[in-house]
DNA sequence: CTGTTAGCGCGTTCAC
DNA sequence: GTGAACGCGCTAACAG
C-alpha cells in the first residue's frame, strides 16, 4: 500500500514546481522535452494519478454524466446503459447511474445526488410527469429518453408508429380478434388500436390485459395473465401484441404450460428486441438504440458545451418490427 | 435555469458567515436554532445542494465505492449490481458502475479512473490474474467478489461444493453419463468431476463443451454447443450442467430445435439461479446474492474506514441446488 | 520555457 | 454562538 501522490509530491521528486507537473499532464507544448521526460518517469515510478475532484472544481465541469432509469431487470435498459456507457467514455465522459425503481421520490433523490456530485448534464427515463418541472429549472441540461416529452429536450421512439406496424402485421396475417398487454394505454396502444379502427376492425377493451406499473417483475406479470385467464376460461383472442420483451416471454411460457401452440394457436409479438425475444424466437418491435443513444449524447454534449439556451428538440426514431416464429402463422 | 449555489450566496441571502451555513447543513450543534431555521429556508428556497466535490477534497474521502465486473449481459450480474447499489445507499456510499467486458487492460484503465475519481474501496469481478499484483499496491482497499482467491480480501461462493451438490444430484436420479458447458476446467467443474470419481464413475473429457471466454454472447455459445453437435452427431451423455444460466437458457433451445426432451431425454441443471432459470423451469445453483453483498460491503467499509492493515480475509458461501423442471426426471 | 500566485467550494481550526 | 483565515489538489493568469 503506498501513499496517495499529489501533484506536488511528484514535483518535489521531479525536482520541479507542481504547476510544471500540470502542465505535462495536460500535454502543454510549451515544456523542455528534458523535463516532459523526468517527469513522466516519475509519475511512471510512483503510479500517479490526477485527482479528477480536484479537476472538477477548479474547471467547474466534472465530465461526469448522469443516467437516471426507472428499473435495470429489463434487459432493454441494461442494453442502453452498456452503450451508453461505451459511448460517452469514447466521448470523454464517464457515467453514474441511478436506478428510481419507478419511484418519483427516489427520482429526485437521485436527480439532488447528481447535481451534489457536480454531474454536466443527465439523461432520464422518466418515472412519471412529477419531478419534471423542476427538472426544467435546474441549471444542467437534461435529456429525455425512450420517450419525447413537448418542452423537453427528448429523443423517444415513434410509439404510435410502432402500435401501427404490429397492428399492420396482424391484420395481414388474417387475424379479426386481438390482445394487449401492458401497463396502460400508451401511444404504443393508440397507434395499434388507432390503425384497428382505420381498418374496420375492433380492438375489444376486455382484451386488455392490464399489468400493475412497477418493475418488470416475472411474477407480478405472471400474475396478471393468470388472472386474466381465470377470468375468461381462455385468451379471447388469437393474436397479442406485449408492451415489452420481458411480458411477451411470460404469456409465451403460461400459454405452453397450459398446451397454447404458438404462433398456430396465439400469434405474439413483443417490444424492444432484447436478447430474450432473439433466444426465445419472439416476434418484436426493435428500438435503434444505438442511434438513440448516440443521437442523445450528442444532443447533451451539445447542451452542455454551448449553454446557449435554444428551442427544445423532440426526436422520435422510428421502430421496425423484426419477425420471428412466434409470429409466423398466416390464418385462413 | 436558476445558477448553481455555493455556500458563500446562501450565507449572503442568510446574513450569516459561510462557516455558519457549513455548521447548519452539518448537523453541529453549536448554532442558535433562530438561524438554523432562517438558513435552512435559504437553502430551501434557492435549492441548494452541498457539492460533494468540495467535501471530498476537504474530508478526503468521497463515500464512493467502485465496482468492476466482467460483463452485464449476464442476468447475476445485474442483479449484483442492483442489490449493491441499494445496500451501499443505506450505508451512505454510492457506486461507480465499470464494465471490463473480460478485458484486462480496460480493467486496469477502469481502476485508474477509479483511483482519479477518489473513490474510498473498489469491488471487483477480477478479469483474471492480470491485474491483481498491481491492485494489491494500491493506497486503498479492494475486495474480489465472486471468487475467493488467496492473499485477498474476497468473497465467493464454495464452487467445488456446488459441483459436488448437481453431482450427487444427477447420480441420486440414475444417471451415469455426464456433460459439461463452460469456459475452463474450474472449481465448479473439478467439485463436479472429483464427486462423480469418489463415486467410481467417469467424467469423459470428451463430454465437455468448451465455451470461448468473454461476454455471454448468445451466439457465442449457440456455436459453440452447435458445433460440439456437428462432431458428435448427438449429445453422448443424459444429463449436462452448465456453467452458467445464460448456457443453460441456449442449451435448452437447442435441444428443444433438435427434439431433444428435457428432462426426459437429458437432465440440465444451470447456475446462478437467476430469473431466466426461474422463468424457463431450469434447475440451478443458487447463490446467496444478498449476503454476498452484505458480507462484501461490510469487509470493504471496514476496510476503508479502519486503515489498520490486517490479515486479508477470505470468505466461502454455501450454494444451495434450485431443483426445477428441468432435472425432474428420474432414470431407471 | 518555468515558477509564483490566486482561487474553485467546502470544513476546520482559531479568535472573538 | 459566530466570523476570519487557511488549505485540500488542481488549473490558469501572470511574471520573469
Redesign the pocket.
Known amino acids: 500500500m503506498t501513499k496517495?501522490m499529489?501533484?506536488?509530491e511528484?514535483a518535489k521528486l521531479a525536482?520541479?514546481?507542481?504547476?510544471?507537473?500540470?502542465?505535462v499532464?495536460?500535454g502543454?507544448k510549451?515544456?523542455?522535452e528534458?523535463?516532459?521526460k523526468r517527469v513522466m518517469q516519475v509519475i511512471e515510478e510512483v503510479g500517479?494519478?490526477?485527482?479528477k475532484t480536484?479537476?472538477t472544481?477548479?474547471?467547474?465541469q466534472s465530465k461526469l454524466i448522469g443516467i437516471s432509469v426507472t428499473e435495470i431487470y429489463n434487459p432493454y435498459f441494461v442494453e442502453l446503459i452498456d452503450h451508453l456507457e461505451s459511448e460517452a467514455r469514447k466521448r470523454g465522459y464517464n457515467i453514474i447511474l441511478h436506478n428510481s425503481k419507478h419511484n418519483s421520490i427516489l427520482e429526485w433523490e437521485n436527480i439532488q445526488n447528481f447535481m451534489a456530485r457536480q454531474i454536466d448534464g443527465f439523461l432520464l427515463v422518466p418515472t412519471g410527469e412529477y419531478n419534471l418541472p423542476r427538472i426544467s429549472k435546474l441549471p444542467i441540461p437534461s435529456v429525455v429518453v425512450t420517450q419525447s416529452i413537448k418542452g423537453f429536450d427528448s429523443v423517444g421512439l415513434n410509439h404510435l408508429q410502432a402500435g401501427r406496424l404490429v397492428a399492420e402485421q396482424f391484420m395481414r396475417a388474417g387475424h379479426d380478434t386481438f390482445g394487449y398487454i401492458g401497463i396502460d394505454a400508451d401511444d404504443k396502444f393508440r397507434g395499434f388500436e388507432n390503425t384497428l379502427y382505420e381498418n374496420q376492425m375492433h380492438f375489444n377493451p376486455e382484451h386488455f390485459i392490464a399489468v400493475p406499473d412497477g418493475e418488470s417483475s416475472n411474477l407480478l406479470i405472471r400474475k396478471a395473465i393468470e388472472g386474466y385467464l381465470e377470468q375468461n376460461k381462455e385468451f379471447p383472442f388469437s393474436c397479442v401484441f406485449a408492451s415489452n420483451d420481458v411480458m411477451a416471454l411470460e404469456f409465451m411460457k403460461i400459454a405452453q404450460e397450459r398446451g397454447i401452440r404458438i404462433p398456430e394457436d396465439i400469434s405474439l409479438i413483443g417490444f424492444d428486441d432484447t436478447y430474450l425475444a432473439k433466444v426465445m424466437g419472439i416476434s418484436s418491435i426493435h428500438q435503434p438504440i444505438e442511434e438513440m443513444i448516440t443521437t442523445t449524447l450528442t444532443l447533451l454534449i451539445n447542451r452542455i458545451e454551448q449553454e446557449v439556451a435554444s428551442e427544445t428538440v423532440s426526436i422520435q426514431l422510428e421502430p421496425t418490427l423484426i419477425e420471428r416464429n412466434s409470429s409466423r402463422h398466416r390464418r385462413t
Open positions: 496517495k499529489t501533484m506536488r511528484v525536482n520541479v514546481s507542481q504547476p510544471t507537473v500540470s502542465r499532464i495536460n502543454n510549451d515544456v523542455s528534458e523535463i516532459v500517479f494519478v490526477p485527482n480536484a479537476q472544481l477548479k474547471r467547474n
